[in-house]
């Protein structure tokens, strides 16, 4: 897949980033109309319309469109299943946790450990002209932004975990409160 790199492409590249391109189109649309998404995932959208228009233009730079898009939109079924787990009360689940996980470990191993990797090669590779070589560096740029931000949320994330099992134990109770079943929360100390 990876073997000729600022050629032309094949076929089903080009279909491939056809559909990309409607898609990112659409999701793009999307998050401007329902104001869903900050700024750096809009240039991240911004970024992939501009580079995939260009490759279904140009017939060219099919084989790095598509190692792209495989190595950086794998982890999106991770993070729609995460907006539903949080979304349907399930997020403090083990499925929510064996999620982020795969998730967090997927992203940093494939965005930027084998992105990286890819990226020196490429912009080594005499083949790709400077176009390819600025729109695979920037694309790259955005990826260690939001891994940054995983990073952060992470750290933020186990931290609130680790104090939550050092604080004191919290006592759930029913009690019926006006006709209704209500949870109140009694903090109890370790020494009661």
């Not at 898609?23 to 999307?30: E, N, T």
């Not at 790709?128 to 949320?153: A, E, N, R």
Request: contains cysteine; glycine residues 10%.
């Amino acid at each position: 897949m990876y073997f000729f790199v600022g050629g032309p492409s094949t076929p089903l590249q080009q279909l491939t980033s056809t559909l990309a391109l409607g898609y990112f189109l659409f999701d793009f649309s999307w998050c401007l109309y329902f104001k869903t998404e900050g700024s750096v995932m809009l240039i991240h959208h911004l970024l992939s319309i501009i580079g995939l228009t260009v490759t279904v233009a140009r017939h060219l730079y099919g084989t790095e469109m598509a190692a792209t898009l495989v190595g950086s939109e794998i982890t999106n079924p991770m993070l729609q299943l995460r907006w539903f787990l949080r979304e349907s009360g399930m997020y403090n689940t083990l499925l929510a946790e064996i999620n982020d996980w795969l998730f967090m470990c997927l992203f940093g191993g494939l965005r930027i450990g084998v992105g990286s990797y890819l990226l020196y090669c490429y912009l080594n590779h005499p083949t790709p002209d400077i176009f390819g070589k600025i729109g695979g560096t920037c694309i790259y740029l955005i990826g260690w932004i939001f891994w940054v931000s995983i990073v952060q949320f992470a750290i933020k994330k186990y931290r609130k975990k680790q104090s939550e099992q050092n604080s004191p134990s919290v006592n759930y109770s029913k009690s019926k409160t006006n006709g209704s079943n209500v949870i109140t929360g009694e903090v109890k100390t370790k020494s009661e």
